[in-house]
């Protein structure tokens, strides 16, 4: 992929005295297309559903490891035990999943 370059500064006496400075400028993000009704296209898959923990649950963690839910505070976070040390984890946690 080419990246556009921006050249500051010229031949000019009053345009930094000849010097030139090469400047890469960042490709634009692309934003996600909405889907319209009448598309022969297959429409969006729907976002995972949330996981709901419940009370001695067991539980892997990316960085902590095995743990055993211990409370549940209404979908905003849950407290976990994992041997040492007992952490609150709040949701949504892509790290933690039900064992």
């Known amino acids: 992929m080419v990246r556009p370059t921006v050249v500051i500064g010229g031949s000019a006496p009053h345009a930094g005295h000849g010097r030139r400075m090469m400047v890469t400028m960042k490709p634009p993000r692309a934003e996600p297309r909405r889907y319209l009704p009448g598309s022969p296209f297959k429409p969006p898959a729907p976002p995972p559903p949330a996981e709901t923990f419940a009370v001695h649950d067991q539980v892997t963690h ?38």
């Open 62 to 99: 990316d960085k902590y490891g095995l743990g055993v839910i211990l409370g549940v505070e209404d979908g905003i976070a849950v407290l976990v035990d994992f041997g040492p040390q007992q952490l609150r984890i709040p949701f949504p946690c892509a790290k933690m999943t039900k064992l």
